[in-house]
């Protein structure tokens, strides 16, 4: 299988000039608004965008996430989904319009199963592949639509109804589905097998080359694409949560250390979380604080592995 670089991108973000209210941009209660000690507008953030607060309906915002993602070796974004009609739902139409023109293509991030359970997820995915599987701006395998699923929403059912989901689903449409779990049974039920954010293991010290040996070995265990997360760092500790989790960039070096310690697993898939998840401050979206620095290792890191 052709080697690819993915990241996970969020469609939540508001400005008023253009949705008519702040979306996201105020996590935690924070006030864009107002300004903070630093002389910076009052963020739910840790960094700060380059370029400052966007809206995730604004094609040239949208335009130049997919120019930057281009010349960093990107060639998926993983949108956000949390449901039908929602406001991460409307902006994913100007996304794929956007990402029709340029290489880097789209897929989604299942975030949420609805409270009616199996039938839920079942018509949320119809609903998803026949509104937006044959756009050309969707990212697809072999011509076969890719969607994540979220752990949280692999939580919300057990392993015979995710079973029901994927027969009920592919009766209808040939997609390629790619699970959040470490569960080898259950990666088995999907297409592929992929870990959002390790964290807490990088917090844990946790020995990371052997964890990514490990995952890749039980997808490929079960036949499956085997995807491989690295993150720049993480930083939640702006946005009023109980527990504060930090993972330090040092300075790029947290990043390539992952890189290098994913890479030796061989996996098919590197994700990236994330391109834009700025109130985890795990973005590698160019910030006033780092400038441009994780496109270019982006760019550095993603040629070589997909050179291997």
């Not at 993480?234 to 070096?253: L, P, Q």
């Amino acid at each position: 299988m052709e080697r690819k670089v993915l990241a996970f991108y969020y469609t939540w973000y508001g400005v008023p000039q253009v949705s008519g209210n702040w979306y996201h941009w105020e996590e935690g209660g924070h006030s864009p608004n107002d300004v903070n000690e630093n002389g910076y507008p009052d963020f739910g953030t840790t960094n700060h965008p380059s370029h400052g607060p966007y809206d995730s309906n604004d094609p040239h915002a949208i335009r130049r996430h997919l120019k930057w993602s281009e010349e960093a070796g990107i060639d998926g974004l993983i949108a956000t989904w949390w449901g039908q009609g929602q406001y991460h739902d409307k902006a994913l139409k100007v996304v794929l319009n956007e990402a029709e023109k340029s290489p880097v293509k789209i897929t989604l991030y299942y975030e949420v199963v609805p409270s009616s359970g199996v039938s839920g997820a079942v018509d949320d995915f119809k609903y998803l592949l026949k509104n937006y599987g044959k756009h050309p701006g969707f990212y697809t395998v072999d011509n076969r639509p890719v969607i994540f699923v979220y752990g949280r929403a692999m939580g919300q059912l057990n392993r015979d109804q995710w079973a029901e989901v994927m027969k009920l689903v592919k009766a209808e449409y040939d997609a390629v589905f790619i699970a959040d779990t470490g569960s080898a049974e259950l990666i088995s039920l999907f297409d592929g097998g992929h870990t959002y954010n390790p964290v807490g293991l990088v917090a844990n010290q946790v020995d990371m080359s052997q964890y990514y040996d490990d995952f890749t070995k039980k997808c490929r265990s079960v036949d499956k694409i085997a995807c491989a997360t690295v993150i720049p760092g993480y930083d939640d500790s702006n946005i009023g949560r109980k527990h504060v989790t930090m993972a330090n960039r040092r300075g790029g070096e947290l990043y390539k250390s992952l890189w290098a310690k994913a890479e030796k697993s061989a996996p098919d898939w590197m994700l990236i979380t994330s391109f834009n998840e700025w109130h985890e401050g795990s973005e590698i979206e160019p910030s006033i604080e780092d400038g441009k620095l994780y496109l270019t290792l982006t760019r550095q890191l993603a040629s070589k592995f997909k050179q291997r």
